[in-house]
């Protein structure tokens, strides 16, 4: 059944792996490149903080140190520069720091995008829950802009990064899928300038990004990742892994 269920994903997301392949792969290049235990690496990730996420997460990123989390939700690094700061600082001196980051979508084994069937539940629900919550505001007209309150500061951020894509998610074929890569994009964005705001205090910087997609509860996950570059903190020296990975 998860081999339909991939031809299922993959007619969204080409690229994408079930999380546990896209671990090991992601695992094995680093120790091929760098020569590299997992228990070397400090790994932080920028995914959203719904909990099927947690009940999702591939087992081998526990081999590494950490994770930190970066994300809030939708997976937008809302730790900011202090959260940053405070992995880097806790990377082994002979290792390297991994970075992943990605916002969520949920695909039903039915091929319905936007919502899952969540363990003990009776009906599908919303995935990712808070992105589409701001979507649906956003098709309704509902999102005032600049209108970011204290009590719930995550969703009106991510209601304001929708709102400034408006255009582009109305327009889209599906608006959910649009919102994703929405989202995808304005997360990368913030990690690069995060990045470059951070001092690390090792020679590698590996910085993986992608989509993180849920399936229903006998479905397990999958990762469609986009972006897997390794970064020489010593020279600058920039390097592409995606053809390795």
Same mark, same amino acid.
């Given at each position: 059944?998860?081999?339909?269920?991939?031809?299922?994903?993959?007619?969204?997301?080409?690229?994408?792996?079930?999380?546990?392949?896209?671990?090991?792969?992601?695992?094995?290049?680093?120790?091929?490149?760098?020569?590299?235990?997992?228990?070397?690496?400090?790994?932080?990730?920028?995914?959203?903080?719904?909990?099927?996420?947690?009940?999702?997460? *591939?087992?081998?990123?526990?081999?590494?140190?950490?994770?930190?989390?970066?994300?809030?939700?939708?997976?937008?690094?809302?730790?900011?520069?202090?959260?940053?700061?405070?992995?880097?600082?806790?990377?082994?001196?002979?290792?390297?720091?991994? =970075?992943?980051?990605?916002?969520? =979508?949920?695909?039903?084994?039915?091929?319905?995008?936007?919502? =899952?069937?969540?363990?003990?539940?009776?009906?599908?629900? *919303?995935?990712?829950?808070?992105?589409?919550?701001?979507?649906?505001?956003?098709?309704?007209?509902?999102?005032?802009?600049?209108?970011?309150?204290?009590?719930?500061?995550?969703?009106?951020?991510?209601?304001?990064?929708?709102?400034?894509?408006?255009?582009?998610?109305?327009?889209?074929?599906?608006?959910?899928?649009?919102?994703?890569?929405?989202?995808?994009?304005?997360?990368?964005?913030?990690?690069?300038?995060?990045?470059?705001?951070?001092?690390? *205090?090792?020679?590698?910087?590996? =910085?993986?990004?992608?989509?993180?997609?849920?399936?229903?509860?006998?479905?397990?996950?999958?990762?469609?990742?986009?972006?897997?570059?390794?970064?020489?903190?010593?020279?600058?020296?920039?390097?592409?892994?995606?053809?390795?990975?």
């Amino acid at each position: 059944m998860n081999r339909q269920y991939l031809k299922i994903v993959r007619k969204f997301y080409p690229g994408a792996y079930a999380t546990e392949v896209a671990m090991d792969r992601l695992l094995d290049v680093v120790e091929k490149q760098l020569g590299l235990r997992p228990d070397q690496l400090m790994y932080a990730d920028s995914i959203c903080c719904d909990d099927v996420n947690i009940i999702q997460y *591939p087992e081998r990123a526990y081999e590494m140190l950490g994770p930190f989390k970066m994300g809030g939700l939708s997976g937008f690094p809302f730790a900011g520069i202090a959260g940053m700061n405070a992995f880097a600082n806790h990377v082994p001196v002979d290792g390297a720091v991994v =970075i992943f980051y990605a916002p969520h =979508i949920g695909i039903t084994k039915n091929g319905e995008v936007g919502e =899952i069937h969540r363990i003990g539940q009776l009906t599908n629900s *919303p995935c990712c829950g808070a992105a589409k919550g701001a979507l649906d505001k956003l098709m309704a007209n509902e999102i005032l802009q600049d209108d970011i309150t204290a009590l719930d500061y995550q969703l009106n951020a991510i209601e304001q990064i929708l709102l400034r894509n408006e255009k582009r998610i109305k327009g889209a074929e599906n608006a959910v899928f649009e919102a994703t890569e929405v989202m995808y994009e304005a997360i990368e964005q913030r990690i690069n300038i995060l990045i470059s705001k951070t001092d690390y *205090p090792c020679k590698h910087l590996i =910085i993986a990004g992608g989509v993180f997609v849920n399936g229903d509860v006998d479905m397990g996950s999958y990762c469609d990742y986009r972006r897997f570059e390794y970064l020489n903190l010593e020279t600058g020296q920039r390097s592409n892994w995606m053809i390795d990975f």
